[in-house]
């Protein structure tokens, strides 16, 4: 008998390649305003973006602020006066387009959807993540998808979790294994649902946490260690 039945997959970086889409969404973005020294903007634009979305996981600011925000925060370390939301609707606009797959993922999902169930969990907003899910072709291989922005809670938190669990028809705590990149959003979550969490951490990255994953991989390929 398998261990686990029910597979909660995050989407950016972890099935889908999110670096390397928002690289080519902002660097489209930039080229249409004319920005000078793009990749300094964009290493500036990382380390605001990053600290906003910490901010918004430990609960001090909400997700509108972050979006409506940090192109404005940006460009004003720049001297430059802009409209964030307009700026972000743009940039949303090419990040829409961007839905290339992580090394191996597509394959492995298809193989698994035979005898598991699989669900995304996702937080951004929810036209972007279903149009870049549809364009991937994505959704013949999941039983639903659950997004942040229509849950009304963001990972890591609790009720995020629970709203998904209250989704799933028979669910079991103890069949359920949720497979993210990030400690902070996926597997934080999962530990405080009471979910098994593996970290996919294709980039090694030392964990110098109190988040401690059941199980750790770098490639998707060693997903059939774990479930086996």
């Known amino acids: 008998m398998k261990k686990y039945n029910t597979l909660l997959f995050d989407l950016d ?36 973006n990053k600290s906003l979305w910490n901010d918004m996981e430990n609960g001090k600011i909400g997700r509108d602020y972050v979006l409506n925000n940090r192109f404005s925060m940006l460009f004003k370390k720049y001297n430059i006066d802009v409209d964030g939301k307009e700026i972000e609707k743009r940039y949303r606009h090419y990040l829409d387009l961007q839905h290339e797959y992580m090394d191996g993922a597509e394959e492995i999902l298809k193989d698994l959807c035979k005898d598991y169930k699989l669900y995304l969990i996702t ?16 959704e013949k291989c999941l039983e639903e998808v659950f997004v942040s922005e229509d849950i009304g809670y963001q990972k890591p938190a609790r009720e995020f979790f629970e709203a998904v669990i209250k989704r799933i028809p028979d669910f079991e705590l103890r069949k359920a294994l949720v497979i993210g990149d990030s400690l902070t959003a996926d597997i934080k979550g999962g530990i405080s649902a009471g979910i098994d969490t593996c970290w996919f951490n294709p980039n090694k990255i030392e964990n110098h946490t109190d988040v401690k994953p059941d199980y750790e991989i770098i490639s998707f390929q060693e997903i059939y260690d774990v479930l086996n």
């Open 13 to 48: 970086d972890t099935i889908l390649d999110f670096t390397k889409g928002e690289k080519a969404a902002l660097t489209a973005l930039f080229e249409e305003m004319k920005v000078e020294n793009v990749q300094d903007v964009m290493k500036d634009y990382a380390v605001i």
């Open 123 to 138: 937080n951004g907003v929810s036209k972007t993540q279903f149009k870049r899910i549809k364009d991937a072709k994505l």
